[in-house]
């Protein structure tokens, strides 16, 4: 058995050394050996340390106890911070330090294991002259040795198998956010110019916050401090009118996200009220998510918090194509592997494994697929009965995959109950009035979820209602204008291209039927008219058109 002993790891890094040497090598390297013979070294021997071995510019060094490694890191970084005190800001020098308390096995007169690696990342994921511990480490210093180390929660670190709850100083890390949601603050802003109308910036800050209160993927925070997103609110008003600008900021990078101006068609206060409100919200929701993603995209996977895998998953459903769907579901999948439980984490999973089909394939979904998805999505309900998404999601397991229309419009409905003006509810409902015989009140829905966020990335599937709604109702040369838009939002889907083929054939238009076929051919070269599989109407009507549509364009 190889030997092993517990011992505190701390290892420090030099930030920008690199970028230093290449502006002076010389100076650098004098300059780094002074830190180490004048402050690093005589600190580690004073608070008992050893030095293992010098990783380049870093340093590996064994403490036997944790209170001496972390005093050793404060007096450290606080006499980096004196010595800068003299030097010009690009020429500044900073260490990174993590430190971690475990079990290391010694060989000779190095050491290694998962103490080492652990505090390794602890390293690398610490600011520039900040640190970083572990909770063992935490744990083990007394309670006056605690003051100024910040919880960011349990973190995961690649190739190391357990999670590791992480403390920082000398504050909390910008860039992690343990178990929380995005934050997003609503700015206090003063109304715009013009004539002061009945609308003012309170009212709609009101408003607002009550909406993004509704949403699922995000929370509201009590103060900037703790944010991670900020939403600025503006109000022009006068003479019956009024405009109302927003803008969401990044805390992190200071840059804006999202921006909208928004002109209510009513000059009635409470009816500019119901039109601003969902339709800023429902951007917010986007932009944080989808600004969110992208950073987490350059995090390894396995370093991601539950809710940072989550965030993740949500925005990865944003892409228009079967990938995107299942990589969302994917996404979902590892979050259940941190918590088997959690509802939000069923309601991905089973949206990803159940809709991905319906959405953006063309087969019929498979039985076995669909029962496991509705199994996840009924405990999720058992857990979380107040989520928008959910119940959207339950409901298109019902009409997709079961064709089940009764339990689909509930469904929709309990959606519509959580939050009034949630695009993904007024989907649902209208895809399920469609394809249950009542395609005109489908295409108000439809058309309804469109209007509250042209810019949400699932416009492409409310259109395609809305489009089988037209078709429905035997408004073929509307339908195929629709499906037309549809493809040009999201191109080459082998749903929009079926739709827009069968809408072409009964408008009279061959040639364009024909050559809308020619392209779903060379997307989905597999793809017969016999294998298309039925969609979810009552009477079977739209599929028997859509097959007619198929065999004589393919024929053609």
């Known amino acids: ?37 004048e402050l690093v070294n005589p600190l580690i021997a004073a608070h008992g340390g050893r030095l293992v071995k010098l990783l380049g510019d870093g340093a590996l060094t064994e403490f036997a106890d944790p209170g001496s490694a972390a005093a050793c890191a404060l007096q450290i970084q606080r006499g980096m911070q004196e010595r800068g005190q003299h030097e010009a800001d690009g020429l500044r020098l900073h260490w990174r330090i993590g430190i971690n308390f475990d079990a290391v096995h010694p060989d000779g007169d190095d050491l290694y294991g998962d103490g080492v690696n652990v505090a390794a990342r602890l390293e690398g994921m610490a600011e520039p002259g900040g640190i970083l511990i572990s909770e063992s480490v935490l744990e083990a210093l007394p309670e006056s040795a605690r003051d100024g180390f910040f919880d960011n929660g349990p973190r ?40 002061r109308g009945a609308l003012s910036v309170a009212m709609v800050a009101q408003e607002v916050q009550m909406h993004l209160g509704r949403l699922t993927g995000l929370a509201l925070a009590g103060d900037r401090a703790h944010a991670h997103y900020a939403l600025a609110l503006r109000v022009v008003a006068g003479a019956g009118r009024a405009r109302v600008y927003s803008t969401v900021h990044s805390i992190e990078s200071g840059q804006p996200i999202w921006s909208n101006r928004i002109e209510p068609p009513s000059g009635d206060a409470l009816e500019m009220l119901d039109h601003c409100a969902p339709r800023i919200a429902m951007g917010v929701r986007r932009a944080v998510a989808t600004d969110d993603a992208q950073r987490l995209a350059r995090v ?15 925005a990865t459903f944003f892409q228009p194509t079967m990938a995107g769907w299942r990589g969302g579901g994917e996404l979902a999948e590892v979050a259940l592997g941190l918590q088997p439980a959690n509802p939000m984490a069923l309601a991905m999973a089973a949206a990803g494994l159940g809709l991905a089909e319906s959405l953006y394939g063309w087969r019929t979904p498979d039985p076995a697929v669909i029962a496991l998805a509705l199994n996840r999505a009924r405990e999720a309900l058992r857990a979380l009965n107040r989520s928008d998404m959910l119940h959207a999601a339950h409901a298109g397991l019902h009409l997709y995959g079961m064709r089940q229309w009764a339990d689909a419009r509930a469904a929709a409905n309990r959606s519509l109950q959580v939050n009034p003006d949630y695009n993904m509810g007024l989907w649902m409902l209208a895809a399920t009035e469609t394809f249950d015989g009542q395609p005109l009140h489908g295409l108000e829905l439809a058309d309804r979820a469109v209007d509250i966020e042209p810019r949400d990335p699932y416009v492409h599937l409310y259109r395609r209602v809305g489009a089988y709604a037209c078709m429905a ?5 509307e339908a195929a204008q629709r499906f037309l838009e549809t493809d040009q939002m999201a191109p080459d889907l082998a749903p929009n291209l079926i739709g827009l083929a069968t809408a072409l054939h009964f408008s009279g238009d061959m040639a364009g039927a024909q050559r809308t076929v020619l392209r779903l051919r060379e997307v989905e070269p597999s793809l017969t008219p016999d294998e298309v599989g039925p969609l979810p109407d009552r009477d079977g009507r739209l599929s028997e058109r859509v097959r007619l549509a198929l065999r004589q364009a393919w024929l053609a």
Do not use: C
Not at 8 to 14: P, V
Not at 300 to 314: C, N, Q, R
Not at 473 to 477: F, G, P
């Open 1 to 37: 058995m190889i030997p092993s002993r517990h011992a505190a790891i701390l290892m420090m890094d030099l930030v920008g050394y690199s970028r230093l040497m290449g502006l002076d090598e010389t100076g650098t390297l004098a300059r780094l050996k002074a830190l180490r013979t």
């Open 473 to 477: 109702m035997d408004r073929h040369a």
């Open 156 to 195: 995961r670190f690649k190739n190391i198998v357990r999670a590791v709850r992480v403390w920082s100083w000398p504050r909390k890390l910008p860039s992690l956010r343990g178990q929380t949601k995005p934050l997003v603050f609503i700015e206090p802003t003063a109304d715009g110019g013009g004539e």
């Open 300 to 314: 390894p996977l396995d370093e991601l918090s539950f809710e940072e895998v989550l965030s993740l998953g949500g």
